[in-house]
C-alpha cells in the first residue's frame, strides 16, 4: 500500500485517505508529480529492513527520512526480539522469565517446525515410492534401503538443522 507524507505536517496516509478528504476533487486514476503537489504531498517509496545481525534481532520501522535523490523512505531500527518481563503463573505466583528462556524456547519452537517440514519431505519421497511395496511387485534391495534410509532421516545425528538425503535408486 503506497503511502504519502503531507508536506505541512509531516504526518503520513494512504492513498484512499487522501482520496476521502477530498471529496471534490476529481483525481487520476495514476498520480503524477502534478497530483502530488495539488495535495501537497509527497509519496513514500517503499523500503524493505536489512537482514538483522543475528537470529534474535528484529527490525521495527524508525522515522521516514528522505534519500539524497529527495525520495522520503522508512528508516528501519535494529532491536532485541526478547527482553526480560514478569510473568503471573498458574498458582498466581510472580516469575521472571530471562530472555534466555525466551531464546531457548523459540529454537525449540523453531527446530520443531524445521523438523515437521523435514518429515513431510521424507513422508512425501515415501509415498512416491510406495507402488514398490504393493503385494504384485517385488522390490530391489536397493529401493528396501532406499525406503529406510527415509524413515531413519529423522535418526541423524543433526536432524534437523542437517540432512543427508538419500539417493533414489533408478
Do not use: C
Amino acid at each position: 500500500m503506497t503511502q504519502y507524507r503531507l508536506r505541512d505536517t509531516g504526518e503520513v496516509k494512504t492513498k484512499s485517505q487522501l482520496v476521502s478528504e477530498h471529496p471534490n476533487l476529481s483525481l487520476p486514476k495514476v498520480w503524477s508529480a502534478n497530483t502530488y503537489d495539488s495535495l501537497g504531498v509527497d509519496p513514500i517509496a517503499p523500503s524493505f529492513p536489512p537482514e538483522p545481525s543475528d537470529d534474535f534481532k528484529v527490525f521495527g520501522r524508525g522515522p521516514l527520512e528522505q534519500d539524497a535523490n529527495g525520495h522520503w523512505r522508512w528508516t528501519w531500527i535494529e532491536r532485541d526480539m526478547f527482553f526480560e518481563r514478569t510473568e503471573i503463573d498458574e498458582e498466581g505466583v510472580e516469575r521472571v522469565v530471562t530472555v534466555q528462556e525466551q531464546k531457548d524456547a523459540k529454537v525449540a519452537a523453531d527446530n520443531a517446525a524445521l523438523a515437521e517440514r523435514a518429515r513431510a519431505t521424507r513422508n512425501a519421497l515415501l509415498q512416491e515410492t510406495d507402488h514398490y511395496a504393493l503385494s504384485d511387485l517385488t522390490m530391489t534391495d536397493e529401493m528396501t534401503a532406499y525406503r529406510q534410509s527415509l524413515r531413519d532421516v529423522p535418526q541423524q545425528a543433526d536432524f534437523p538443522a542437517t540432512i543427508t538425503w538419500p539417493t533414489k535408486p533408478e
